[in-house]
């Protein structure tokens, strides 16, 4: 099984940037699909970016497109998310989720429902 922890959220001024972390453990990571999605308060958790297991492609929600850029980085058993440019509207939990490795089928990225695993959120804050 896969254990994911994220950190690495906190407040931070709009415009600003910060840098999301999400260890995982297990063997297979390096064949593990990984996202990130949030939740703000009243609202359902929506997609944010994804990567392919191989790292050779990911996907972004328009809304954060060209300011979060998702990372893998299998020697260290980590995925990162650079967030850049952060908006008010940005400020929610951040879920790190996992696609079990040996997982078949179409990978619908941004549906929450193809993720297995999941940490227990990190809350980023942005001020206006």
């Not at 809304?63 to 299998?74: E, H, M, Q």
């Amino acid at each position: 099984q896969v254990q994911l922890v994220e950190s690495g959220g906190g407040l931070v001024q709009a415009g600003g940037s910060l840098r999301l972390s999400c260890a995982a453990s297990g063997h297979t990571f390096s064949r593990s699909a990984m996202g990130w999605f949030r939740q703000a308060p009243g609202k359902e958790r929506e997609f944010v970016t994804a990567i392919t297991r191989s790292g050779g492609s990911t996907y972004y929600a328009d809304s954060v497109k060209g300011r979060f850029t998702i990372s893998k980085d299998n020697a260290k058993n980590t995925v990162y998310l650079q967030m850049n440019s952060l908006k008010p509207e940005d400020t929610a939990l951040y879920y790190c989720a996992a696609r079990r490795a040996a997982r078949g089928g179409t990978y619908y990225y941004s549906a929450p429902v193809e993720y297995d695993y999941w940490g227990q959120g990190t809350q980023v804050t942005v001020s206006s």
